[in-house]
């Protein structure tokens, strides 16, 4: 009888193990794949109201995960299982994240045949279940670009500025640090009654989410004159900056590695140290700023030393082209990727301000040598990238034409307080073209 009741029991738990087994298969998980859940509910799913319409479609939610939008969409958990590790490699779906828009796909049978997950604004995974087989390839949302302007009067700073025009802020930080960086100190040079013109790319993607582009052309009123870009592309075919006059913008080394500051302590042969107490060189400049502010390398170049010494703290060392080496120190921490050997680009973050070694509180002390003598970051003149090519001068010269026509039509509400820019835009002379002359255009009078 016992052993009656044995063979029973080993039946029983050998069946329910062969179940699991069949069930948990890849070719289980396929089939089931291609065809939802049939249970109760197939009933609610949405109608198709168009051929190119999603069956499921929606937002991520506060703690929603991929496996409870899958369930939702009529899937069973080795279905789940299976999409999430074949896609893997292009997409980890543990990590969606509320805000994220989706659509699943069904064919006319009701089997899952497509699915759509955002991952940015700018992309999303696009997955294909087809045979018993999952494909998933990362794309890029088709954008819809239009040229919009924008102007403002400075009263305090540029940014304050931007937010009272309705101007989007990360034009401003491409202002600032990306175009005109080398050539305006925006702490010292902006004075009240300044303004700024530009024309600059808007996005629109095909659910009306825009994005701001690139500014195509500017014009900044500052230190008593104006001060032009326009976005053209340089002699290997990159976008960049130039001049009304075809020079490039971009110097070898920025004027300052860090968007915001205060100078505590400027170049000095001779200066009280605040932590040794005695008067000895300051050969660099301190800026203060609020700990953790990222600090950028000033041009391109290769790390020499990222490393904590007693009196520096963590400090960077970085060399450039044309025998310059800029220093970075009492940094907090350094950033992903910043090691001795390591290529940096100019304006890419190397590490966080900090207050470690002699410091008495979070400040970034920034060194510069020329051919390894110290000289002050703040007056040295750098030279420029290379200007416009005489292959290119004439249709830059269009270009910077028709961009300044449309930069004058720009008001400026500027009242009484704008002053008034009065320069001529000179004709460009073309690399290489000394004494030359490219025609007879009327030289552009800045706008009143």
Request: overall charge neutral; hydrophobic content about 40%; proline content about 6%.
């Amino acid at each position: 009888m016992q052993n009656d009741k044995l063979k029973s029991i080993l039946i029983f738990v050998g069946s329910l193990v062969l179940l699991f087994l069949v069930a948990t298969s890849p070719k289980v998980q396929r089939e089931n794949v291609l065809t939802a859940a049939t249970t109760a509910r197939d009933s609610v799913a949405p109608e198709k109201t168009a051929s190119n319409a999603p069956d499921y479609a929606g937002i991520v939610s506060r703690n929603t995960s991929f496996f409870d939008l899958m369930r939702q969409c009529g899937l069973d958990p080795p279905s789940i299982n299976w999409i999430q590790k074949a896609v893997r490699n292009v997409y980890d779906f543990r990590r969606i994240y509320p805000g994220q828009h989706y659509e699943v796909y069904a064919a006319d049978d009701g089997s899952i045949e497509k699915m759509k997950f955002s991952v940015s604004d700018e992309s999303y995974i696009h997955i294909d279940i087809k045979d018993g087989e999952i494909s998933a390839e990362k794309k890029d949302y088709e954008f819809t670009t239009n040229l919009e302007t924008a102007s403002g009067v400075i009263t305090s700073s540029l940014y304050e500025a931007l937010d009272k025009a309705g101007t989007p802020s990360e034009l401003g930080n491409a202002l600032a640090d990306n175009i005109f960086a080398w050539d305006v100190d925006f702490h010292h040079d902006i004075q009240k009654g300044d303004y700024y013109r530009m024309i600059y790319e808007e996005k629109v993607r095909f659910d009306g989410l825009k994005k701001t582009g690139n500014i195509i052309a500017a014009e900044l009123f500052a230190g008593g004159k104006s001060h032009y870009a326009f976005l053209f592309p340089d002699e290997s075919g990159r976008p960049d900056y130039f001049d009304e006059n075809g020079k490039s913008l971009r110097k070898q080394l920025i004027k300052a590695p860090l968007p915001l500051f205060r100078v505590s302590s400027g170049f000095s042969h001779r200066r009280f140290h605040p932590v040794l107490h005695h008067w000895a060189p300051h050969l660099g400049v301190d800026y203060a700023a609020p700990w953790g502010t990222p600090v950028m390398a000033s041009g391109d170049g290769t790390v020499l030393v990222a490393a904590r010494t007693y009196a520096n703290g963590n400090y960077i060392k970085i060399r450039h082209a044309n025998n310059y080496v800029t220093y970075y120190l009492h940094l907090s921490r350094f950033a992903k990727g910043v090691f001795p050997g390591a290529r940096v680009s100019q304006s890419q973050v190397i590490g966080y301000v900090g207050a470690t070694g002699f410091a008495t509180g979070p400040h970034l002390d920034y060194r510069v040598t020329k051919n390894g003598v110290f000289v002050n970051p703040r007056t040295i003149s750098l030279p420029p990238a290379n200007p416009i090519t005489r292959a290119s001068i004439a249709a830059f010269i269009d270009l910077r034409d028709r961009h300044l026509a449309r930069l004058s039509g720009i008001n400026v509400d500027a009242g009484a307080e704008a002053p008034v820019a009065s320069s001529a835009v000179p004709v460009p002379q073309p690399r290489g073209a000394a004494g030359s002359s490219l025609g007879t255009r009327t030289p552009y009078a800045a706008p009143r």
